[in-house]
């Protein structure tokens, strides 16, 4: 091969290797918490606009994005709890060192029917009522009515949550609790159900459902940033090492004024 033909060619692979790195960084792949679910498809809207990066968002739950960024299958994986030491042992198995980010707060709203009288509710109430020890509304101070249970399911990162910060070790979730698969789901259950209750991140709270005080806090902006509201939690983003390139500007979003309104706009609430 000639010196002009060896220049050509090494132009070409350079071209081709130069075309494959756009093409990779020309899309973002996200995956996990139906909460962060929200955040991530706004992000995405805005930085595709901004930016022309294709961003996709699967909300197949925290226990499935952790999955998904431990075999490589997302960019960002997004949950609403941290990762569990297992899933960090099992990335690292695999050559993937997770990295979290913060990317806003939340606190998990106690809702029930618009017409039920009840307005608030101690830890220990819920934790009872959850728990199958309470299970008529008139126990509490509100009607005759059976109390109708609605969780989310194992794979849920609100379900931990709860689990770690009402129900404690020590104190399983009644095997009567109906299972639903997403934020939305328990929402439009409790909505549509007069004896329910349930349980749900704050950016999803609308007129449809009434959010109960816990332990005499209202669960809103302030009290949540300022950790008086007790059933509170940090919402994460995690990648594989730190982000480099059109990720980290993703992940980056949550600083900018931008960013910071599209989470406050969402419900949620900036560190």
């Not at 995956?31 to 990066?53: C, E, R």
């Not at 816990?214 to 940033?225: F, K, L, Q, W, Y």
């Not at 090492?241 to 059109?246: A, K, R």
Request: charged share 20%; net charge positive; aromatic share 6%.
């Amino acid at each position: 091969m000639n010196l002009f033909r060896k220049i050509a060619f090494s132009a070409a692979v350079l071209g081709f290797m130069a075309a494959g790195t756009a093409d990779a960084a020309s899309k973002i792949v996200m995956d996990g918490s139906t909460t962060v679910g929200p955040i991530a498809k706004s992000f995405a809207s805005y930085f595709t606009k901004t930016t022309g990066v294709q961003v996709t968002v699967s909300e197949s739950g925290s226990g499935n994005g952790a999955k998904s960024l431990i075999n490589k299958t997302c960019d960002i994986a997004n949950l609403s709890r941290e990762m569990k030491d297992k899933e960090i042992a099992a990335a690292k198995s695999k050559g993937v060192n997770p990295v979290e980010h913060i990317v806003a707060l939340d606190g998990l709203a106690v809702v029930v029917h618009p017409s039920n009288r009840v307005q608030k509710l101690s830890k220990a109430q819920i934790r009872d009522i959850y728990t199958g020890k309470v299970t008529n509304w008139n126990q509490v101070g509100g009607p005759s009515a059976p109390i109708v249970k609605i969780q989310r399911e194992s794979n849920s990162g609100t379900q931990d949550s709860f689990v770690s910060l009402v129900m404690g070790k020590d104190n399983p979730v009644s095997k009567r609790a109906e299972t639903q698969a997403s934020n939305g789901a328990v929402k439009n259950r409790v909505a549509s159900t007069p004896g329910a209750i349930g349980f749900i991140g704050l950016g999803f709270v609308d007129d449809s459902v009434k959010p109960l005080k816990v332990d005499g806090v209202e669960p809103d902006e302030r009290t949540v940033r300022n950790g008086t509201y007790p059933i509170s939690r940090p919402l994460f983003m995690y990648t594989n090492g730190q982000p480099t390139g059109v990720v980290k500007q993703f992940i980056d979003l949550k600083n900018t004024a931008e960013g910071k309104r599209m989470i406050s706009e969402l419900g949620f609430v900036n560190r």
